[in-house]
């Protein structure tokens, strides 16, 4: 019974935050179902991948199978002029009762945080304790988002997942991905320094000159063997106790991958690299701050 009353209570607490976020962005959310719903959320995905709307991220048809198996399809639309503003879809996974599986989600300025505790929400009422997705982890502001404002925890790291991609924020590009596992009763809530480094555990002393929270992209500390991004300053930095490392992302690698594709691919390799390593060790990405650094805490210091 404690279980299901925990669960239970999780539930009203995503919807009461869906409800209260969705106020303050100005829209509803609703769950879609019909064709005409369905058809305007895959344009949507069209307009933000930058396809053209005959070659849809998740067609129309996909996307009304999908809820036809029992997953979801949340769509968010303002208030006024009734204007689509957001959309994801959920399906459940492996064991059913308990993993779900983000296929897609995209949104507006202000829109995401209502969308996924929507999300969230729907899944907490039939059962599901945990939702995966993946995501580009060279876009900084979907690391922070997914990493700090939802409190999912990186797990693992895809190089080339989808291979290789024609869309037109993604072309041009080697598709790696983070995958994020979100714990859907209790989320992580990640602490916020003074200095607006997003810590996912104790700040480091100020002698560890590794705290790269205060670094911008020519300034962080450069130590004996600190690897170089490809701007020629510091692209990752580890504690002196071991426990914790920060890597650097692209202030923004989808304007970067219009403008130098050459330049954005060799800092998807170079981040690539520190990562892979990383997860080999045993680290999880658990934080990221405002100035582009991911932070990983290794599996026992991690936060719950």
Same mark, same amino acid.
């Given at each position: 019974m404690t279980a299901d009353r925990d669960l239970s209570d999780a539930h009203a607490r995503a919807a009461?935050?869906?409800d209260d976020t969705a106020g303050t962005a100005g829209v509803h959310l609703r769950t879609a179902h019909d064709v005409s719903?369905?058809?305007a959320v895959a344009d949507y995905f069209c307009d933000v991948w930058r396809t053209p709307r005959s070659s849809p991220p998740l067609p129309a048809e996909v996307l009304h199978s999908l809820v036809h /198996?029992? #997953?979801?399809?949340?769509a968010a639309y303002t208030v006024v002029g009734e204007r689509l503003a957001g959309a994801c879809a959920a399906v459940f996974g492996p064991p059913a009762d308990a993993d779900a599986y983000s296929l897609l989600a995209a949104a507006d300025r202000g829109v995401g945080l209502p969308l996924k505790q929507a999300q969230r929400a729907w899944l907490l009422e039939r059962g599901a304790r945990t939702l995966r997705w993946t995501f580009d982890p060279l876009v900084g502001r979907n690391g922070r988002f997914n990493l700090v404002k939802l409190g999912a925890t990186g797990t693992e790291y895809l190089v080339d997942f989808?291979?290789?991609? /024609?869309? #037109?924020v993604n072309d041009g590009d080697e598709s790696d991905r983070l995958t994020v596992v979100w714990d859907?009763?209790?989320?992580?809530?990640?602490?916020?320094?003074?200095?607006h480094t997003v810590v996912a555990a104790p700040v480091p002393r100020a002698a560890d000159s590794s705290t790269p929270g205060t670094a911008r992209a020519g300034g962080a500390p450069r130590a004996e063997g600190t690897p170089t991004a490809p701007d020629g300053a510091p692209l990752a930095h580890r504690s002196l106790d071991g426990r914790h490392l920060w890597c650097r992302v692209p202030e923004d690698v989808v304007a970067l991958r219009a403008a130098d594709p050459a330049l954005a691919l060799r800092w998807r390799h170079a981040v690539r690299e520190v990562f892979v390593q990383a997860f080999?060790?045993?680290?999880r990405a658990t934080a990221m701050s405002r100035d582009g650094w991911y932070t990983l805490t290794r599996k026992e210091h991690s936060p719950a």
């Open positions: 009461r935050l869906a719903d369905l058809a /198996a029992g #997953g979801a399809v949340h989808y291979g290789p991609m /024609a869309d #037109g859907l009763e209790s989320p992580r809530q990640p602490c916020e320094s003074a200095d080999a060790e045993g680290f």
